[in-house]
């Protein structure tokens, strides 16, 4: 928030005043693991009147891997419920959607 100038008392464009993240990780057998997660934003304000807001939103996501000698496979899928939501703008007439739901495969090699 500012606190002093021409946008005293106004808040930072497209920076939420509180985020929260929260991560779980479980090792469900010695080369299985799943994890998941929530991230939560509060409103921002797009511009520096503080005149547009992003509404509050909150995505969640989960992965499964699997460890095989020096291989891990996985699979993910982001934005778990498929919410629909205001990632960022770029002004008061141009904002962007977050991410649809999204299934992620990977294979991570160590060398």
Same mark, same amino acid.
């Given at each position: 928030m500012f606190t002093a100038g021409a946008h005293d008392g106004k808040t930072v464009p497209l920076v939420p005043r509180t985020t929260l993240a929260l991560r779980a +990780?479980?090792? /469900? =057998? &010695? *080369? *299985?693991?799943? @994890?998941?997660? /929530?991230?939560?934003?509060?409103? *921002?304000? $797009? +511009?520096?009147? @503080?005149?547009?807001?992003? &509404?509050? !939103?909150? $995505?969640? +996501?989960?992965? !499964? =891997? !699997? *460890? /095989?000698? @020096?291989?891990? %496979?996985? %699979?993910?899928? @982001?934005n778990l419920f498929d919410r629909h939501y205001v990632a960022s703008c770029g002004s008061d007439v141009q904002c962007y959607w977050g991410w649809d739901r999204r299934i992620v495969a990977t294979a991570t090699f160590q060398f």
């Open positions: +990780d479980w090792l /469900v =057998a &010695p *080369q *299985q693991r799943i @994890n998941a997660g /929530v991230v939560w934003a509060s409103e *921002q304000s $797009v +511009d520096f009147n @503080n005149l547009c807001k992003i &509404p509050v !939103y909150a $995505v969640a +996501d989960a992965r !499964y =891997a !699997y *460890q /095989v000698k @020096n291989m891990e %496979l996985s %699979l993910g899928i @982001n």
